[in-house]
Nanobody, 114 residues
Framework: QVQLVESGGGLVQPGGSLRLSCAGS????????MSWYRQAREKQRELVAR????????NYADSVKGRFTISRDNGKKSVYLQMNGLKPEDTAVYYC???????WGQGTQVTVSS
């Protein structure tokens, strides 16, 4: 069955960095566009970043451009989100998503606070 397992979240001070990882299985990872979404408390889930199957194309929400970088390793069936210059408004549960399925993983909590 499809699995998406996110990890790497935690508590970080403003200006700090985190690297999120997502391991996918149960689908053809190398053929899927992969995305990171986030959902803050009492807000709708929003797209953060997206990467094409080969990694040649990426897209970012305006709010994270220049601070976040999405990447992938098809050999490891994993997608990553490097987050630098974190702000309190980045606090949310972060989810990865495959274009091949409607499945959502459990997500990983990111909290930016002093």
């Amino acid at each position: 069955q499809v699995q998406l397992v996110e990890s790497g979240g935690g508590l970080v001070q403003p200006g700090g960095s985190l690297r999120l990882s997502c391991a996918g299985s149960g689908f053809t990872f190398s053929s899927a566009t992969m995305s990171w979404y986030r959902q803050a408390r009492e807000k709708q889930r929003e797209l953060v970043a997206r990467i094409s199957p080969t990694g040649s194309n990426t897209n970012y929400a305006d709010s994270v451009k220049g601070r976040f970088t999405i990447s992938r390793d098809n050999g490891k069936k994993s997608v990553y989100l490097q987050m630098n210059g974190l702000k309190p408004e980045d606090t949310a549960v972060y989810y990865c998503k495959s274009s091949s399925t409607t499945y959502w993983g459990q997500g990983t909590q990111v909290t930016v606070s002093s």
